[in-house]
Structure formats: C-alpha cells, structure tokens
C-alpha cells in the first residue's frame, strides 16, 4: 500500500455500479496471492493429469505377463529368415495357445513390421510387449557329409532361457537334436521341427515355475486362472509322469542288485537309462557306444515318450569318468579299439545313404578310412598295435559277409574275401601282421543229372559240405593277393563262431560245435594244435583273457568264466535279466559285460543295457 | 371458384403453401441428404451373412469406379449442405436434381470402367435405380401442386407425366427380358401355384411389380381430377410408395430369418431409396412451383451464378468421370530377345514358387502362427531376386516391389494385376520373352474377404500386331512354362484390362495334333465322340480331311484363328451391346452367363472371317458344340452362330433341332472359304447391328 488507497481484500464486495471502481490494486500483491491460491491446484491438476496419463501409458504399454514372445537364435532369429528359429516359434505358439498363454504369432505382417530392425529378442520382447520372452542360442552346426549326391548333417546342443520384463535371462534347460537330409534347408527344417517339442518342454515348465505366474494361477483374478488352469493341469501330469519313470529306473536299479544270487561282487558302471553297448576295454577304461534317451512329456499326445539322443563312443574310465570321442546319427555295429585304446575303429551309417569306416585316433581326431553307399561294414576289429583294421564287410544289406582288412594309415586294402565266396565265421588279429579267421567255402553246385531209381533212399548220396577252416592271412608286405595259409581243418560235424586271440595272440578260443558237446576250442598258435573242452554246456560269444589262459561266455543268458588250465568253470552271474558279451579287462582281473533289462515305463517296446563288471576267479 | 378456393387463392395463403412446400424440401434435404450422404457406410451387400462394405473393396476399383461409388454420398452431403446455406429453394432444387443426375451419370460410367478393369463395379453402386423411381417423384410432386389453383395445369402435367414415366419401367427391356411381359407371366402363373405360401411370396411380387403402374395410374386419374383439398397424406403415400411396400419385404425377411445379417442391410437400402425419393420428389415439386412464380417473384428462380455453378460443377464431375472411364489403350509393341535358361527358370519355376509360398502363408497366418512360412516366402523371394539379376538387372525392381507389397495380406486383387502388369512392362521394355498371368480369387470366409493369387508364367514366341479399324491391338503367341496350369483348357485368352491377347501354343498344338488324327480315321471325324454314319457328321469329316490333304497341317490354321478370335475379344470389350438374338435364347440365365455367351459368340463368329484360317475348320469347331445340345456355354454360343449363319430357327420346344443344325451345317458346307467369311461378315454385323471390324496385320 504505497499510497493509503483501500485495496479489494478478502470479505470485500466490488461496487455495484457499471463504471470502474477506483481502487489502487497493489499488483505484486495480487500476484502472489493468486499465486497462493492457485498453485495448489495447478499442481494438484498436474498430478491429477500425470497420474491419469502415466496409468493410460502405463496401460497402453504395459507388458501382458501372459503375452510370450519365443525368440530362438538359431543362426538368426524367425524374423531374421531363420527356419529352425521360425519353426520352434510356430509350434511353441500353437501349444502355447491352447494352454491359455498369448504367444505371439511369428508370421503376423504386423508383428514383422515391428520386428524390421530388431536384433535382440529383448528389443523384439519391448516392441511387442510381451511379458516373457523364450531365448536360447541354438545355431546349428552344419556338417556336409562324403556322400555322392551331397548329405547335410544338421546339429544343435544348447540352453533355453526365459527371461520376464526387467529380468535376466534365467537357464530352463537344455535341448539338443540332430538332422540329416540332401539339401541344407531341408535338415534345417527336420531340425527345427525336431527342436519345437524339447523346447516347449522346457519353457512350459519354466513359465509354470516362474513367480510372475505363480502369482496369477494362486492370485484372485479368476480370469487369469482360468486362462491358466489347462497350463497347470499339463504341467501337473507332465512332471507326475517323468517323477514316476525315474522312481522306476531307481527301483529296477535296486531290484536287479537285489536279485543277483550269483554271489560275486558286481560293479555297475553305468546305469539303466539308455542302452551302452560295451564294444572294448583297454587301460583307457570301457570303450561304450551309448544311445541315450530321455524322457519327455508328449504335448501331442500327452503322455511320456522318449527322445533318441545322437549315438556316441565314449571311454568310461575305471574311476567313472566319461569322455566322448564321437557323436554321431547312427554307429552302426559294435565299435572296435586296439588293445591300448587307441585308435578307435567304428563305422558311421550316415542317415542310410552311406556307411564309413572310420579311425579315431588318440587326439579324438576323426578320419573316414572309406565311405560307401551300397557296402554294410561291421564288427572292426584292430591289430595289437592299432596299424590294420578287418571288418566284415556285407556287398549290400542282406548280402552275405566277407571280409575286408586295411591298412589304418594308408587305408589300402590289404586282404578281402567276397561275401558270396563262403560263410564267414568269426576274425581275430593273433598279431599285427597274421589275421586269423574262420570260413567254409561253398558248396560247388550239384550237376544236374537225371534223377536216379534209388533216388528216395539216396540222402546218404548228398555231397560233403567243404569243411571249416580256421586260416591265417598273413598281412605284412605290399599286395593284396595274399594267400590263406590252414590252420586247422575241423572234421565233419565240427563247427566254430566266435573266435578270440588270447595272450596276445599265443592261442584262440574259439566257440564249438561238435557231437562230442564239447563246446569250447582252443588253437595253440605255435603248435598249430586245436584242443576241445567240455565246459558243461553251450557257449556264446567266447572271448580269451588277455594276460592268463582263462575265457569267459555268454550261456543262457549268464556270463561265465572258465579256466583252461584247471578246468574250472565258474558261474559269474545268476539273475533273471540277460547279461551278455563278455570282455575280459587287460589285465584278465574282471570280466564286463552288458546287462539287459526292460524299461518299466515302455516294456516290450525299449530295453535297457549297462555295463556291469565282475571279478575273475 | 368457390369460396374456399377464393380463401386459398389469396397472397397470404400462397405464401403459406410456398412456405410449406420450401420447409418440405429443406426438412427432406436435410434428413435424406444426411442418409444418402452416410449411405457409404452401409453394407451393399450380404454374403454368407457377412455384409460387405465399399471401403473393403475400394483397393479393387478404378478411379473413375470409386468415384461412381461415392457418388451417392457426395451427392448426399451437397444436399444436405445446401439446404443449410441455399436461401433459394429453386436454388435447392436445383441442386438437388443436379446432384442426383450426376449420380446416375457418374455410376453408369464408372461401371463402364470397372467393367475393363480387374473387379466389376458392384451392382448396388452401378445400377441406380433412377428410371424406377421417377414416377413416384413425380407423382407425389404432382399431388401436391395439382390441388393449387396457381400451380393445378403444372401439377397436371406432372400427374400425367408420372404416368408416362411407368412406360419404361415395365417396356424397356431388362437382362433380355421385357419387365411388362414377366409380370404377365407371373401373374398368370399364381393361379397355378398349389402351395398358400408360393401363392403370398409370388402375390407379394407381383404387387411390387404392379406398384408402379398403381402409382401412375392414380397419377392418370388425379390429373383427370385433380384433389380440390391439400392432399396430406396422398401425395406421401404416392412419393413414398416403394419404400413402403419394401417394408413388407424387410419384415418378411425378419421373420424368416429371425433377424440375421442381411436385415441392416435391407433396412438401410429402404431407408436410402426413401431419402432419394423423397428429396427428388419435393425438389421437383419446389421447382416446378418456383417455374411457375418466376413472373411474380423476382429471387423465385436461382441466381444465375448459382444455376451456373451448378451446372459447371456437374459438367466438371461429369468430364473428369468421363476421362477417368477411359477404356485402356490396347496394342503393345515387344521386340523378343532369345529366352534363356536362367529366364526359364526366373519365370517358370522360381517366381511360381515364391507365389505358392506366399499362398501357403497367407492361408496359415490367418489360423496360426506362421514364421516358418513366413521365412519360406522370404528363402523363395531372395532366391528370385538372385536369379532375376542374372536374367536382366532391371526386373529386381519390379520382383522387389512385388514382393514387398505381397506382405500386405490383404493387397488388393487389382494392386495385384498392377504389380504384375509393372513385371510385364519391364520384361517388354527389356525385350524378355516372357509373359506372367496373375488371376486374383475371392472369397467370403470366417476371416473375413480372402484373396487368392496366382500366377502363371508363359514364354511368348511371337507377337502378332495389327489393326483393328486402325486401331493397333496386339496376340501375344505364348507356351507354357513350369507346372500346367490347371483348369485351363483354352487355345488363347484375353483379359479387357491388358493391351494384348494370348495364344496358348502348347493348348493348340496338342488339339491340332488330335485333330488330324480324327480326319485320319476312316471315316474322318471332325469332333471326339461324333458318331459315324450321319450325313452331316460325315462331311464335316470328310471337309477336315480335305482341308488337312491341301493344308498339310491344322496348326497355323487354328493359330490365326486363335488369334482372330482373341482380337476380337479385345476389341469387343466389357461392353458389347448384348445381341438380341443372345437375349432371346438366354433370357432365364444370369447377366453373366448372357454376357459370356454373348462374347464368345461375337468371337466365334469374327474367326470365321479370318483371311489367314479356314472358315471350314471353324465351322466344324462349331458344329461339335452345337452337336452335342447341351446347356454349356458353348452350346449356346455356338447353336446362336448357326442360327445366325443360315438364318434360321434350330430351336423345337425349346430343344435342339438336329435336322436343321444338319441341314444348316451341309449347307454352309458347301459355301466356299470366301463366301463362308463374307457369310460370318454379315451374320456379325446382324447380331450386332454395325459393322465388323476389319483387322490387318502391321
């Protein structure tokens, strides 16, 4: 009030009249009293306006926990043109949808819009407002096989993660699959398809565990748990089922101890949950070709089924350790290594279309010795010292076997007898350079002459079958013309099998078949003389000790071993499952073998295999 | 004059009338401009109860298409503007008359250009019905000046006019029928019907089909006596007659179908015809009566430069409508390079294949998740724009843009045809031997309209360029390349919309092939399945062999005719005039069955005439048509052309006359290969009242 004059104050009425009052307005003051007044309000308004905003914004952007984005990396993600990641998406989706999530859909125009740029699946995640995202790097590695007309191996091993708006990606398991076919997008595509279920195992069961969904499926929004009870009730039956199947093998592991009455002390080296074939043992430990499985909840059909990993060749060591050599779609046969463990001999069925032989050496280095798309090989057998390699060797699938001997180095073919020549028996190497085998040549064809009047009683009259031979090849020296020396001719009635090179190589046991029932032979190697043994019974799959004159078979479905010297034979199993192929350990101390049993959640569909070990009396 | 009409004829109450009559047309502009102006919005129509709405079709239409389908709205909403700002209500008649012409002008064209582009103009929007509803403005204008003594002799005249307006609505002829003639028909047959509830649906037709001639009618007899007091309800009844009776239709329609779909639909049609007529009714009524006070009142006239800007307004509308219809430009110069390997593959395999991809995903990513398909069409599109760069740079372009805007799943069937017809003119520029076909499907499904595109790739092997009365149209001889298209039998083809037509070699070659094989029978046969031993038959055999000896081969002869067929397809247009003999013979099938039949036969016929193919061997391609007496197309089409050849009847009952389609055959037979075209030249220029077109090669 500079000048006296009366201001308009509070409780003060203006004048009534149509003319301007006359009053002295202090504006400074009048400002900051409105001021006063008004910025309570303004600022009240302002939170007013800011809040119904940021929950409009927050609503319109808000990530939806049940909006699930399924970003595979696999050599780039769907929208980035990436088959397997587009075929995972697609199938997650599907399930995803039916169990009451909103997965998104990967083909949308609209959300490949979204998507142009976009090189993370955070990003992608933010851009679609979804409230998961499913990740996991599962480029492939993709191999192009030897074969003629071109074969693509496709391989993928890798972890899914699920990740929630603000979080870090957690692991919800691994996956792991494989395909073959001619061209590259076709085994990209058997891939993807192969990998959508593995990965909607794992990210359904994720999403159940995770808290963001635990909370809607026990929270009061009877929506969202409606949305989410055929979720629940999946993943309920999914994780009952695998539980119950695991307590089955645990039980069938206990139960098979429990029924050895054989009374000696069995050790298991691996358990039952695939199938390990033992194909060797050297101071390396086993050498087990394994097909593993593993259990999976069906989504389609919503039961337990199994996936069929890779096969792969490992060495189990004595103290349990395991390390792989090799990974492959099929090992065909039984895999075969050098009495030190090195190198390894096995043979690739390359998806149907071809069959290897190939040597892995002692750096686990791989080297295909042959490919071929017609030849079956099997059972490779190495030389003491690893340098040759003998196969049965089959022209086609049903073909009969020949034999086929090659140099490891070099892979020339050092000796091949044709399958259609003779029945080839069993093959052992008595040393690098002598490859013993047993074989009947064929019966020449019986002229056709006209049929005599005493036919009917003629059956005496037949000719002789060639009898069988043991032989020995001798492989040093160049050329492949080598000539069989005899070993041993067996009599009429006299048959062999399987044949073993004991001692490193002084004598071979061989399998038996005569009238006397004497069933076990041994070839003494330096004195060319074959003895016969009555070992009580039949035996199969006879293989020799490598440190003492002792050999173990498979009767009946029990391993047993036998003392040549004193004529002990030992039972060393007695259970109701079968255990067979024996191999004795280099030093003779243990005898393994492979245990069979049924799967009890598949039976008469699946069996189980490990591999067991028992001491030598 | 009584005292009452003294009471009326004074100025006071002619001012009270005019007043009424302006407040009519304003309150009517105003409701009925709103309705015609929102009338886009409505369904045209209800398919599998889904109604379809115009904007989902725009995409498909031309310009000068979519204009004509806006036109009612705009229409709509100039009328109801002006009765917001025209102080005059001539000035608003006026514009409300003009609007409306311009409707009927605008539509008719812009069918006209739909009918040459890819998809037609939907009837709702192509067939206005202004003629039908004339004799109700008329009449209901008619009742309300005729009671006035200032205005009785005008509203008289309008009464009568009404009357007069009926005589098209039942005498002119429609879809080959005349209106007047099925309402005899129908009427006569009601008796007959031994079902109650025929007897109501076909009495409820009749009635509408009779309405019309009711309301002229009353029209003859009001203008004879004219109402002596203001007709309040008459003259509403008269203007509003048709939608009311529609009514009937509409409420028989929620009977039956308890309500569905397409019931919105007919309301709202209801509801349109009602505004249309309505604000015609009243305009013409304000109009007239403004005519009729341009001596006494000086504003009762519009203002020149309102009646000039109208007038301009509507031949700007009209001229820019008229240079959007504009039918295509035909005639394409190609100057083919060799083909290639690389070019085999681009356009017969790879771009198929990228198409079917597509197609693939489309249909899936409507019911699921598709990013496998999508990565499909995406491998397959790069892997054509690779190929494309080793044929000719330039068409990268072209595959580009198509490819990116086939990400649109719902691209417009005639954005479709423009992308292909892009990848055409780059291959003609570049002078690639190539020709791709695209076809666009429709269909209503649960996901609403679905478009299926194809494409078809052909190698061309020759262009043929001539003139059609000096005009250049070009044939385009093409074969086939990667997998057979399906369904799709023909010698040669034309779309309207592209500046060519196609001569399918690989379709020729094989049936010339068979052709004289059956000449080489014994006896020769002119058609498969023509039994032997008829006189007629045998000498149509007889006639190839002869033509096969002296020609040594059916192929070049079946080329030019292929090609002379197409070209008159392309110069015949969407729009040859239906011949009446066409209309005659197919007036119980749809417009579409007539049109196509009506096409062919002008095809068939114009063959005949081609100086570089034998009549003869035409002759007999229509002879095993007409022989087998079907009801297929080119049964039709070719019974029609003998018909019009040997001008006579080959009809009995309703069935095929064999004895006069042999007679009629043996006799054309025996004219030599000039007289037969002069023959063809004349039966032509018959079915279609004007010349045919003389075509020379350039």
């Known amino acids: 009030m500079s000048d006296g004059k009366k201001a308009l104050g509070d409780g003060e009425e203006a004048p009534q009249t149509l003319a301007a009052p006359e009053v002295d307005v202090d504006d400074e003051q009048l400002l900051s009293r409105s001021k006063t007044k008004l910025w309570p309000i303004l600022v009240g308004l302002g939170v007013v306006v800011a809040g119904v905003g940021g929950y409009v914004a927050y609503q319109a952007t808000r990530p939806d926990p049940m909006k699930v984005l399924v970003a595979i990396d696999a050599d780039g993600f769907w929208w980035q043109g990436s088959t397997p990641s587009a075929l995972v998406s697609d199938k997650l989706a599907e399930r995803l949808k039916k169990l009451g999530f909103e997965a998104i859909d990967g083909g949308d125009p609209a959300v ?224 075969g290594a050098a009495p030190s463990g090195s190198p390894v001999a096995l043979i690739e069925d390359l998806f149907g279309d071809a069959k290897t032989i190939t040597i892995i050496d002692k750096q686990g280095a791989p080297r295909r010795l042959r490919v071929d798309g017609n030849h079956r090989y099997q059972a490779p057998k190495l030389s003491p010292n690893g340098t040759r390699l003998a196969v049965f060797d089959l022209a086609c699938m049903r073909c009969p076997a020949g034999l086929l001997v090659l140099d490891v180095k070099s892979g020339e073919e050092l000796y091949a007898v044709k399958g259609d020549a003779g029945d080839m028996g069993s093959f052992a190497f008595i040393d690098d350079d002598h490859l013993a085998y047993v074989y009947r040549e064929k019966a020449p064809p019986v002229p056709e002459t006209a049929p005599a009047d005493d036919e009917e009683e003629g059956e005496g009259d037949e000719p002789a079958a060639p009898p069988v031979r043991l032989l020995q090849v001798v492989l040093a020296g160049g050329g492949k013309n080598r000539t069989p020396e005899l070993l041993y001719e067996a009599p009429r009635g006299e048959v062999f099998d399987a044949v073993s090179a004991g001692q490193g190589g002084k004598w071979l046991a061989l399998g038996r078949g005569a009238e006397d029932g004497k069933q076990l032979a041994v070839f003494d190697v330096q004195s060319r003389a074959m003895t016969a043994y009555d070992v009580q019974g039949g035996t199969y799959m006879v293989a020799a000790s490598p440190a003492g004159r002792a050999v173990a078979f498979e009767r009946y479905g029990e391993i047993f071993h036998y003392s040549i010297d004193n004529g002990a034979l030992t039972r060393l199993t007695d259970n109701q499952a079968r255990d067979r192929y024996p191999i004795f350990s280099q030093d003779g101390a243990r005898v393994f073998y492979e245990s069979l049993a049924e799967d009890p959640s598949f039976p008469k569909q699946r069996v189980l295999t490990a591999i067991v070990s028992v001491q030598s009396p | 004059m009584s005292t009452e009409e003294a009471a009326l004829d004074t100025s006071e109450a002619k001012e009270l009338y005019r007043g009424l009559r302006e407040a009519r047309l304003r309150r009517r502009c105003q409701w009925g401009g709103l309705v015609l102006g929102l009338s886009f919005l409505a369904p045209y129509e209800v398919i599998l109860g889904v109604p379809q709405f115009l904007w989902q079709t725009l995409g498909e239409l031309p310009p000068a298409a979519i204009l004509a389908a ?134 409820l037709i009749a009635a509408l089909g009779l309405l019309t001639l009711f309301v002229g009618l009353v029209g003859v007899l009001l203008a004879v006596r004219p109402p002596r007091e203001e007709p309040k309800l008459l003259a509403p009844v008269l203007t509003f007659a048709l939608p009311g009776f529609l009514c009937f239709f509409v409420a028989r329609s929620v009977l039956l179908t308890l309500a569905g779909g397409s019931i919105v ?290 192929l070049p002869l079946l080329i030019a005719m292929t090609e002379r067929h197409e070209l008159q397809h392309q110069a015949d247009g969407p729009l040859l005039p239906i011949a009446t003999a066409v209309r005659e013979r197919m007036h119980s099938y749809s417009e579409e069955a007539q049109v196509t039949v009506n096409r062919e036969l002008s095809a068939y016929v114009a063959e005949l005439t081609s100086t570089d193919g034998e009549p003869a061997l035409g002759l007999a391609h229509l002879f095993g048509f007409a022989w087998s007496g079907g009801r297929s197309e080119l ?28 007679k009629a055959y043996l006799e054309l037979s025996k004219l030599g290969a000039d007289e037969l075209r002069a023959r063809a030249t004349d039966a032509w220029q018959r079915l279609y009242g004007r010349t045919l077109e003389r075509v020379e090669r350039m």
């Open chain 2, 70 to 203: 806006f036109s009612l709205s705009v229409a709509g909403f100039a009328i109801f503007a002006g009765s917001r700002w025209a102080e005059r209500s001539s000035s608003l008649a006026l514009l409300v008359l003009a609007s409306l012409a311009s409707v009927l002008l605008v539509s008719a064209w812009g069918a006209e250009a739909a009918a040459w582009d890819a998809v037609p103009l939907p009837a709702g929007f192509a067939e206005r019905p202004g003629v039908l509803l004339l004799p109700y403005a008329l009449a209901g204008a008619g009742a309300d000046l005729a009671f006035r003594s200032e205005s009785r002799l005008a509203g008289r005249r309008l009464l009568a006019l009404s009357a007069v307006a009926t005589l098209p609505v039942y005498l002119w002829p429609d879809h080959g029928v005349l209106p007047a003639r099925a309402l005899v028909e129908l009427l006569v047959s009601i008796p007959e019907l031994d079902s109650y509830r025929f007897v109501l649906g076909y009495g």
């Open chain 1, 112 to 335: 490949v819009e979204k998507l142009a740029n976009v090189t993370t699946a955070e990003e992608a995640r933010q851009k679609l407002r979804a409230g998961f995202v499913i990740t996991g790097d599962l480029t492939p590695k993709v191999e192009k096989l030897p074969v003629d007309d071109g074969l693509i191996e496709a391989r993928v091993d890798g972890e899914i993660r699920l990740a929630f708006v603000g979080e870090a990606p957690k692991d919800i398991g691994n996956v792991r699959t494989w395909s073959g076919a001619r061209k590259e997008d076709k085994a990209l595509e058997l891939l993807g398809e192969s990998l959508g279920d593995q990965v909607f195992d794992r990210a359904i069961r994720g999403l159940l565990g995770h808290e963001q969904i635990q909370r809607l499926v026990h929270g009061d929004d009877a929506i969202a748990r409606g949305n989410l009870t055929s979720a629940k009730a999946y993943v309920d039956m999914r994780d009952k089922q695998l539980e119950h199947a695991k307590e089955q093998l645990e039980q069938l592991a206990t139960e098979r101890k429990k029924g050895e009455a054989g009374g000696h002390d069995q050790k298991y080296h691996t358990v039952f949950e695939g199938e390990d074939l033992l194909a060797g043992v050297s101071p390396e430990g086993m050498l087990i070709k394994r097909s593993a499985t593993r259990y999976f909840f069906n989504p389609e059909q919503n039961m337990l089924g199994y996936f069929r990993d890779l096969h792969s060749l490992l060495w189990k060591g004595f103290d349990g350790k395991e390390r792989e050599i090799a990974q492959g779609y099929n090992f065909y046969s039984y895999p």
């Open chain 2, 265 to 554: 639909s007919e309301v709202v049609g209801v509801v349109i015809l009602a505004a249309a007529v309505g604000v015609v009714s009243a305009a013409i009524e304000c109009g007239v009566a403004a005519f009729l006070e341009r001596k006494s009142r000086s504003d009762a006239l519009p203002s020149r430069a309102f009646a000039g800007g109208t007038v301009g307004a509507v031949i700007l509308v009209g001229g820019a409508q008229l240079a959007l219809s504009r039918p295509p430009e035909k005639g394409v110069e190609w100057t083919l390079k060799a083909s290639s390997p690389a070019g085999d593959e681009l356009f017969g395999t790879l771009l198929p294949d990228w198409n079917r991809s597509r197609g693939r995903w489309d249909q899936g990513v409507r019911e699921k998740s598709s990013a496998a398909q999508l990565v499909e069409v995406q491998r397959a599109g790069r892997v054509l724009l690779r190929q494309s760069q080793s044929v000719d740079g330039e068409l990268e372009a072209p595959l580009g843009l198509l490819m990116q805007e086939a990400k649109d799943l719902d691209l417009a069937g005639r954005r479709w045809y423009r992308l292909v017809h892009h990848l055409n003119e780059t291959s003609r520029q570049r002078g690639l031997p190539y020709y791709v076909d695209p076809t666009v499907l429709m269909a209503q499904t649960e996901h609403g309209i679905v478009r299926l595109f194809n494409l078809d790739a052909y190698r061309i092997e020759h262009v043929t360029r001539v003139t059609v009365d000096g005009e250049p149209f070009s044939a385009l001889r093409v074969r086939s390349l990667g997998k057979k298209r399906t369904s799709h039998n023909l010698l040669g083809f034309s779309r309207d919309l592209q500046p060519f037509a196609l001569v399918a070699m690989d379709e020729i070659e094989p049936f010339a092939k068979e052709l004289a094989e059956l000449t080489e029978e014994s006896p020769p046969r002119c058609f498969e399945d023509a039994p032997t031993g008829d006189p007629a038959l045998d000498e149509c055999g007889m006639t190839l062999a002869r033509l096969l000896a002296k020609k040594g081969s059916f």
């Open chain 2, 635 to 662: 049964a039709h089409v070719s019974t029609v052309a003998f018909e019009a050849l040997s001008e006579r009847s080959l009809m009995k009952d309703d069935e095929l006359d064999r004895d006069g389609l042999r």
